[in-house]
């Protein structure tokens, strides 16, 4: 997973979840309160999609579905 914004295309150490149809993002050994802000757009495999909201250091959601659901690096 790649982002910038707050870190200004740094990919982010660690690996996601996303789920299908679903706004929620999951992550394994990420940081999103320090690499992430809400309004920070990400790249998911090569879909780029706007932060709504960090809600801790493994757990964001997006302002609009995913379209695809699984483990992501």
């Known amino acids: 997973m790649s982002s910038w914004g707050y870190t200004d295309n740094v990919a982010i150490a660690g690996t996601i979840t996303t789920y299908t149809a679903n706004v929620n993002v999951v992550g394994s050994s990420t940081y999103f309160t320090v690499n992430v802000?809400?309004?920070?757009?990400?790249?998911?495999?090569?879909?780029?999609?706007?932060?709504?909201?960090?809600?801790?250091?493994?757990?964001?959601?997006?302002?609009?579905?995913?379209?695809?659901?699984?483990?992501?690096?």
Do not use: C, F, W
């Open 37 to 73: 802000k809400d309004g920070d757009y990400l790249y998911i495999v090569g879909q780029k999609y706007q932060v709504n909201n960090v809600t801790s250091n493994t757990a964001l959601t997006l302002t609009s579905p995913t379209e695809i659901g699984r483990a992501h690096v």
